[in-house]
């Protein structure tokens, strides 16, 4: 950090306009405001040293006081727009965990002001932790995963719009995200910003091409229900291409496992009830909320965990029960297999024996 400070500072003979605005923005905080921040941070273009001619410099800080909100501003200089806004620790922990865009921002920052050391090794602590995500295939897929799941509920808004050019906007940012999302599954994200968005989808061998055909096609749409049918298809193919994501084996956790058995019985004996009491709106809800639950910990754990409502034919409750009965006691087994304690106690007098032991 202070290499790059003094690299700034230094009697440079023509120092470049981005030069001369970082020296400016260093000095005002050192000199009015190194109190009220904990970190500013350089990240983008300039950091990785792709920039142009019209190229501003990208800049964030961590605010410590309510006084910081004075520094968050634009700059027009010379017809380029400087930026500078603030993120909270709060927020950089939420990108760290990979549940935003702005995941560049953080894996690529340079830390040109710290407050102290321990705001330095903080945002590196930070840093590292998004690698790790990043380099999870598990984690990273159920992130892209959701993501696209984000990308469905923006969707339903487009089939209210009637304005062409907003729908075409729309369109185009769906698919992006599509494309975001297909490369975060793999470890990817934009590093280098839009402009290289060609060099992020070149690393992953066997990206989907329909989903770059789609983006390069929807610009020359003019009727806004192919442009609706073209996200649509961008959103199955990147679906499909994330789910097909090769499975990690996993160690599945007993206590996890276990945990989720003792709450999952409760909705079996639920589905039971309602089948029983031939109540088919609450059998059928109640069933589709054990099967969210074991699906979770099948995208988790990889153990082999079939569906419930998979059945080809409308079926009675009578047949429902059974079938749910039958996956219900496989799980059983899988899950005493590894470890788990599916018998629990025999009455209230020995879990609290067990207990108390």
Known sequence: MKNMLNYFRSEVIMKTQNERYLEEILNLIETDYSADIDLLVLYGSYVNGN???????????????????ELCKTYLIQDVGYDLFPISWE???????????????????KVLYAQSPKEETRFIQLQKQATTYLNDPLYRTKIAKQRIDETTQRLGKMSFLIDHSII???????????????????????????????????????????LTDILDALPHQKVPSICLSLVFEGMRIATSFISSEPPVSKTPKVDDLTAFYQEAISTYHKILAACDADDSRWAYLATAHLQKEMMIVEDEMRIGVLPLLDF???????????????????????LEELGCDVIGFRDVEDAFKKVES
């Open 51 to 69: 920039t142009h001619a019209k190229s501003d410099v990208d800049l964030f800080y961590v605010p410590k006081t309510s006084r910081s909100q």
């Open 91 to 109: 927020r950089l922990e939420n990108i760290a965990r990979l549940n935003e865009f702005l995941i560049p921002l953080l894996v690529k920052g």
């Open 168 to 210: 075409l906007q729309e369109a185009i940012c769906r698919i992006e995200e599509c494309i975001d999302a297909v490369l975060l599954s793999r470890g990817i994200v934009h590093l280098n910003g839009i402009r290289n968005f060609s060099h992020d989808i070149a690393q992953v061998h066997d990206f989907p091409t329909g």
């Open 312 to 334: 080809e034919n409308d079926v009675s409750l009578s047949d429902l029960k059974q079938h749910v009965s039958k996956r219900w006691n496989d799980i059983k087994s899988k």
